[in-house]
T-cell receptor, first 116, second 115 residues
Framework: AQSVTQLDSHVSVSEGTPVLLRCNYS??????LFWYVQHPNKGLQLLLK??????LVKGINGFEAEFKKSETSFHLTKPSAHMSDAAEYFC??????????????FGKGTLLTVNP | NAGVMQNPRHLVRRRGQEARLRCSPM?????VYWYRQLPEEGLKFMVY????????ESGMPKERFSAEFPKEGPSILRIQQVVRGDSAAYFC?????????????FGPGTRLTVL
């Protein structure tokens, strides 16, 4: 079985300051991990994904995440927040070797607010 | 290249009516997935389909819900005799395969409101 816990339901930062969105996962097999972003009334857009290559993954719009197996974490970071980053962010896991790796399990989401 | 298309974007139904949600996958994608997002929750997997086949419907409620992906045309998620608890956002995703490197691309969702 797999699960995801997003530790903060809401994060508020000032424009130009760093962003940290926390995610812990549980997986019976080797996981694939993703971060998706959802802007209001839009579909989900993939920011980045980890599928067993480098543990530090770089995504779009300056975001990156580090896979830490010992901590079962996959936190999302960005050095400097932009107003356009305000959105809901979902951490997602799938079991790579479980035979149903297409089945994505989503966290409950973290709403990021960026203040001017 | 158009992304995943879903329609309608918003759907209002009264209790007992039927809801039909449509999803057109990205060009070249033959794998379709439906997810449901209840208020204050993350998305939950419902069903995975390929053309004319249901591969995995383990997340679908046993009654009133059905899905299809015909040889021609969009994938359809059908909810019969809707109840208030069916009010949610329904997202469709598509991919070109199911390898771990194959990304699921999501549509904008259909927001169903049951009165």
């Amino acid at each position: 079985a797999q699960s995801v816990t997003q530790l903060d339901s809401h994060v508020s930062v000032s424009e130009g300051t760093p962003v940290l969105l926390r995610c812990n996962y549980s997986s019976s097999y080797s996981p694939s991990l993703f971060w998706y972003v959802q802007h209001p009334n839009k579909g989900l857009q993939l920011l980045l994904k980890y599928t067993s290559a480098a543990t530090l993954v770089k995504g779009i719009n300056g975001f990156e995440a580090e896979f830490k197996k010992s901590e079962t974490s996959f936190h999302l970071t960005k050095p400097s927040a932009h107003m356009s980053d305000a959105a809901e962010y979902f951490c997602v896991v799938s079991d790579r070797n479980g035979g149903s790796n297409y089945k994505l399990t989503f966290g409950k989401g973290t709403l990021l607010t960026v203040n001017p | 290249n158009a992304g995943v298309m879903q329609n309608p974007r918003h759907l209002v139904r009264r209790r007992g009516q039927e809801a039909r949600l449509r999803c057109s996958p990205m060009k070249g994608h033959s794998h379709v997935y439906w997810y449901r997002q209840l208020p204050e929750e993350g998305l939950k997997f419902m069903v995975y389909l390929q053309k004319e086949n249901i591969i995995d419907e383990s997340g679908m409620p046993k009654e009133r819900f059905s899905a299809e992906f015909p040889k021609e045309g969009p994938s359809i998620l059908r909810i019969q005799q809707v109840v208030r608890g069916d009010s949610a956002a329904y997202f469709c995703a598509s991919s070109s395969g199911v390898a771990t490197t194959d990304t699921q691309y999501f549509g904008p969702g259909t927001r169903l409101t049951v009165l």
